[in-house]
């Protein structure tokens, strides 16, 4: 009867063994070898909007945090001093074109004037014409440019997306190619996590993703669309010709993380797409990704 008690003990404590080795076995796995992180960003790519052109803002069309269309006005930079100029363009144009008009009538005049007409009036008469043509031609280009000017005096949105931390007021002085409103392309945006080395075996492009917003209970799926080539060697210094590698111990190995791009499939109706939110990814191996298949 000791015999039998100390035999099932004996069987119990094996059970519970054996569990807590396949467990541990299971979950070792999970951690260090199945293709998921919880290190991983909602990102999308913020435009710069910047003026072509210079002066004062006159007015601002839009408000922090709003959704707008591409070719939607932002803001405009005052628009009398190119009106202006663009008036003067146009006079120019105007006085060139009548200098161009008089000496075709002229040239005209000396060729219909025949033999008395001297050889050096009939080249003059041509001369003033081509020049009077170029004139005309440089006048035209200012006055494109002009109006190119004052149409670049609305700034436009170049993509969809969302105004973000607008400071921009009227009576502000902006200068061209200088940014001043931040745009975050609504079309742009992926999730980015960034995976140890040791698990990019197991990830392939196209592969199913299933991803989990920090602080929402919505699942969102996406597939790999692309893996980094390349990550900052950060233990290169410069100054030498030559790679100076600070030494590593071969027990103390820390696996390097790599980005890896997610695009987003299908997300949820209410889910909020806030660039830089926190997310823990999982990458869905391809029998993985059929099984589930199969089981929805």
């Known amino acids: 009867m000791n015999?039998?008690?100390?035999?099932?003990?004996?069987?119990?404590?094996?059970?519970?063994?054996?569990?807590?080795?396949?467990?541990?076995?299971?979950?070792w796995g999970h951690y260090m070898d199945e293709p998921w992180t919880r290190d991983a960003r909602l990102r999308a790519d913020v435009v710069g909007i910047a003026p072509d052109v210079s002066g004062l803002v006159s007015e601002v069309l839009v408000k922090d945090n709003q959704a707008v269309k591409k070719g939607d006005v932002l803001f405009r930079v005052d628009r009398d001093r190119f009106a202006i100029a663009l008036e003067q363009a146009d006079a120019a144009l105007a006085s060139s074109q009548a200098a161009l008009d008089?000496?075709?009538?002229?040239?005209?005049?000396?060729?219909?004037?025949?033999?008395?007409?001297?050889?050096?009036?009939?080249?003059?008469?041509?001369?003033?014409?081509?020049?009077?043509?170029?004139?005309?031609?440089?006048?035209?280009?200012?006055?494109?440019?002009?109006?190119?000017?004052?149409?670049?005096?609305?700034?436009?949105?170049?993509?969809?997306?969302?105004?973000?931390?607008?400071?921009?007021?009227?009576?502000?002085?902006?200068?061209?190619?200088?940014?001043?409103?931040?745009?975050?392309?609504?079309?742009?945006?992926?999730?980015?996590?960034?995976?140890?080395?040791?698990?990019?075996?197991?990830?392939?492009?196209?592969?199913?993703?299933?991803?989990?917003?920090?602080?929402?209970?919505?699942?969102?799926?996406?597939?790999?669309?692309?893996?980094?080539?390349?990550?900052?060697?950060?233990?290169?210094?410069?100054?030498?010709?030559?790679?100076?590698?600070?030494?590593?111990?071969?027990?103390v190995r820390l696996a390097q993380r790599v980005p890896v791009r997610i695009a987003l499939d299908k997300v949820p109706d209410g889910t909020k797409l806030i660039a830089g939110l926190t997310a823990t990814v999982e990458v869905q191996e391809q029998g993985q990704a059929k099984i589930a298949s199969a089981a929805e």
């Open 3 to 27: 015999a039998l008690k100390l035999i099932g003990r004996v069987a119990v404590t094996l059970i519970f063994v054996v569990a807590a080795v396949y467990v541990g076995r299971q979950l």
């Open 102 to 251: 008089q000496a075709r009538r002229e040239s005209q005049r000396q060729a219909r004037l025949g033999d008395a007409a001297s050889l050096q009036q009939k080249e003059q008469a041509q001369t003033t014409e081509q020049q009077d043509e170029a004139a005309v031609r440089q006048a035209t280009a200012n006055r494109e440019l002009t109006q190119l000017n004052l149409d670049r005096s609305e700034v436009r949105a170049t993509v969809n997306g969302t105004i973000s931390n607008l400071s921009l007021r009227p009576g502000d002085y902006v200068s061209a190619g200088t940014a001043k409103v931040a745009l975050i392309d609504s079309d742009s945006l992926r999730v980015e996590g960034y995976f140890e080395e040791t698990k990019l075996p197991r990830i392939h492009v196209g592969d199913e993703v299933h991803i989990h917003l920090m602080g929402q209970a919505e699942k969102l799926t996406g597939h790999v669309e692309s893996i980094a080539y390349g990550i900052e060697d950060r233990e290169r210094t410069s100054g030498s010709l030559l790679a100076n590698i600070t030494p590593t111990f071969s027990w």
